[in-house]
């Protein structure tokens, strides 16, 4: 998969793109990422790639221009890349944005700055609008870093193994549930037994168990809308009365500790 990133400040990339999975991948040629600085695109010999809003404010904002030219280029050789802008204005990236990402043939991810772009390249050039949320960053080479990385990591064979994707938090839906090694046992905190029983339809039950009773806990929202299996039904309320107790359990022993004193 083709990554073609434009932004004023290229030098940022260079660690997240020289470690780990994705340095791997890039050199195994599952993915390829190109870094293009706008201001090489720029129509005078100071290479201006922003300039002062029509209408007065604060700020500076990215001339249509040279982010035009990085474009046409770009797209010149990848003609079926989405074109995407990391935007506060943009749909929320989660999951399924990656999974959906994934199966392009390549993205082209603008790095809005300053105040952001000028808005004929939302209107002639872009195809998707993506936000990580409702905060600002300082730029969208951040936000760039994390669509590169959650999109490759998607890709048949960027990971050691596939089944690490498809276990993920939120690939089905639900968070991930707890993950050991060794050692057996650290500071009293032991591992599951049912961990170690060798036992793997009972493990893949207490997984999917697990996994509802933290997304109960922590994200119940993203239950909602999910489809569940007769089986499912029954550990999710397992889970749920599970959690019942344990708040029960903590309240009552707080309760004693305060009678206590």
Known sequence: MKFDILTLFPAMFDGPLT?????????????????????DWALDK???????????????????????????AVKRKHPNSRVILTTPCGRPFNHAVAEELSREEGVIIICGRYEGVDERVRTLFVDDEISLGDFVLTG????????????ARLV???????ASAQYDSFADGLLEYPQYTRPPEFRGEKVPDILL???????????????????????????????????????MEEARKGAEASTKAVTGAEASAKAAR
């Open 19 to 39: 470690e780990s999975i994705l340095k791997r991948a890039a050199e195994n040629g599952l993915i390829e990422v190109a870094l293009h600085n706008i201001r």
């Open 46 to 72: 100071h290479a201006t790639a922003d300039d002062s809003p029509y209408g007065g404010g604060a700020g500076m904002v990215m001339k249509v221009e040279p982010i035009a030219g990085a474009i046409e």
């Open 140 to 151: 969208g080479e951040i936000a760039a870093m994390v669509i590169v990385d959650a999109v």
């Open 156 to 162: 048949p064979g960027v990971l050691g193994s596939d």
């Open 197 to 235: 029983s060798g036992n793997h339809a009972e493990i893949a039950k207490w997984r999917r168990r697990e996994s509802f009773r933290r997304t109960l806990a922590s994200r119940p929202e993203l239950l909602d809308g999910i489809e569940l299996s007769k089986a499912d039904k029954k550990l």
